[in-house]
Nanobody, 130 residues
Framework: QVQLVESGGDLVQTGGSLRLSCQAS????????IGWFRQAPGKAREGVAC????????????NVKDRFTIFSDSPGPGYNKTVFLQMIDLKPDDPGVYYC???????????????????WGKGTQVTVAS
C-alpha cells in the first residue's frame, strides 16, 4: 500500500527541539521529491522542506532553513524509508499540523516552498509553548 505515516509531533517549549518522522511505504522514495508542509489554524498550508535524495538536493523555506534539517534514514534502496525533519530552536510561528508529502515542482516562493503534491500523509501536531 502506498502511504505516508507521520509521527513525532509533540508539545515543546519555545527554543526546544523536535524530530518528526515520515514512514513511506509502497514506493521508492528516492525516485521522488518528498518533504514537509505545515498548516497553522486559519492559515494556508505551506511547504517547509523537501529532499530529492537521488539528486542530493534539499530545499528549505526561508524562515526555517537555519533551524530545520531534512534527511532520510539510510543511503540504501528507497523502499520503506523514513524521512525525518529535525527541528531546533522552535519559535511561536512554528506550531501547526505537519504533513509529509510527495510531489513535484518544489520551489521557493517568498518565505515558503510550494509544490504540486500527489500524496499526503495525515499529519502530526506540533505545539510550541511560550
Amino acid at each position: 500500500q502506498v502511504q505516508l505515516v507521520e509521527s513525532g509531533g509533540d508539545l515543546v517549549q519555545t527554543g526546544g527541539s523536535l524530530r518528526l518522522s515520515c514512514q513511506a511505504s509502497g514506493f521508492d522514495v528516492d525516485m521522488y521529491a518528498i518533504g514537509w508542509f505545515r498548516q497553522a489554524p486559519g492559515k494556508a498550508r505551506e511547504g517547509v522542506a523537501c529532499i530529492r535524495a537521488r539528486h542530493g538536493v534539499k530545499l528549505y523555506a526561508e524562515n526555517v532553513k537555519d533551524r530545520f534539517t531534512i534527511f532520510s534514514d539510510s543511503p540504501g534502496p528507497g523502499y520503506n524509508k523514513t524521512v525525518f525533519l529535525q527541528m531546533i530552536d522552535l519559535k511561536p510561528d512554528d506550531p501547526g499540523v505537519y504533513y509529509c508529502a510527495v510531489g513535484a515542482a518544489w520551489v521557493p516562493r517568498g518565505k515558503i516552498l510550494t509544490a504540486s503534491i500527489d500524496l499526503w500523509g495525515k499529519g502530526t501536531q506540533v505545539t510550541v509553548a511560550s
